[in-house]
């Protein structure tokens, strides 16, 4: 395959495809998962100083976000540093999926 023709199938993969919009939504996604950290560490402190305990649910579902980012990460690129680090956001996603049922049964507070 020449030049020529590693060009061509270049720009018609890309065809279509508006990068500043992708680079766009890309930094918001960023932004928000950064307020969606800020925001949970804020109503986990209120709610431990004053209810006396934490609210496992909200940390349940912040950890799957990362989950879920870092796996999206891992199929795409294959790297093995990413499949660790998804590992360790799923295995913290479960603690905090477990105790928030734990939670909810009245088991912890």
């Not at 590693?6 to 993969?13: R, S, T, V, Y």
């Not at 940390?59 to 989950?67: E, N």
């Not at 479960?94 to 912890?108: N, P, R, S, T």
Request: hydrophobic content about 55%; some cysteine.
């Amino acid at each position: 395959m020449n030049r020529d023709d590693i060009l061509k199938k270049a720009q018609a993969e890309n065809s279509g495809k508006d990068y500043a919009d992708i680079e766009a939504q890309k930094s918001g996604t960023y932004a928000a998962y950064f307020i969606a950290v800020i925001l949970v560490i804020l109503v986990d402190t209120v709610n431990g100083f004053v209810l006396g305990y934490v609210n496992r649910g909200m940390d349940f579902v912040l950890f799957t976000m990362a989950f879920v980012a870092f796996l999206t990460k891992y199929i795409k690129l294959r790297k093995r540093h990413e499949l660790f680090v998804t590992i360790f956001w799923g295995a913290l996603a479960l603690m905090m999926l477990a105790l928030w049922i734990l939670q909810l049964c009245k088991v912890m507070p």
